[in-house]
């Protein structure tokens, strides 16, 4: 019979492996860019299945060998990075799609490369981990704050897109909608993170002996909840189009269509007094035909 530990490691497999399928028809459905986020929930279902395979292997032959413990370790720290790294895409999406009222890409940047840094550092952290407490667990705690910056932003960008949600597009409302409730179920998990980083051996929150109802509550049922209203969302928003130059704004558009009537009514009325010239006036009775009638139709259509 499995271990508590198994148990959880195979429900993690049981619930992602699904989850990578459609992560993967949501990533070809709605593209590879990072600015998406499907791409972040393909990675993190891939970590998780493998995490929990390698559990799932130790716990069945009882072997707990450093390096299996090492790739557990590993990739159980990292899963903050790509929750943070989908919300962020998705919330990068939505205020491009705003016009005018929409955040620039450019205060999304460096999220994005924190995010990335914080990523790189909880690797490393989680390499170290087993060549010395000074170096290994100064990283994933400085990684942890920076994860928990990040969440803040996110929080505020969030909050701020929200309250401007009249001008989201009218497809990405359900998306929009996910990001708002995903908010207080990723600070459950940041609130995990941070505790794993900073807590000392002994704990049930140590990162190499957390409690697996703890791990079972705040890390694996935190993830499969977002997870699952990203994946909904997903399914349910269309897929964003390329947009090549527009045309103008509202104000040009009116501008364009102004000149058009002008153009048309001032045609109108040079026809209008090419017809009211006598010279172009067809003849009507005998006289019409008269030399001089024609002499002056002559003269009168060269002016």
Known sequence: MLAPKGCLAATEIAFFAPILCIGIFLLFRHGFGKKLGWLYIVLLSLLRLIGGSVTLYMNINNTFTSGLLETAAITSAIGTAPLLLALMGFLERINQNMEHEGLSTNLFRPLHLASLAALILAIIGGTDEAEGESVGRILIKVAAII????????????????TLSRHVLSTEHILLRACIL????????????????????????YYQDVNVYISAFMQFLMEALTVSMFVFAGMLTPKMEKRSARVGSAE???????????????????????????????????????????????INSRR
């Open 147 to 162: 994860f928990l910056v990040i969440y803040l932003a996110l929080v505020a960008i969030t909050v701020r897109t929200g």
């Open 182 to 205: 995903v908010l207080p179920i990723l600070l459950i998990r940041i609130i995990y993170t941070v505790c794993a980083s900073f807590a000392n051996q002994g704990s049930v929150f």
């Open 252 to 298: 040009q558009l009116e501008l364009g269509q102004q000149q058009e009537y002008e153009v048309v009514e001032e045609r109108k009325h040079q026809k209008g007094k090419q017809q009211q010239r006598p010279g172009n006036q067809r003849p009507t009775n005998v006289w019409d035909y008269r030399p001089s009638k024609f002499i002056m139709n002559a």
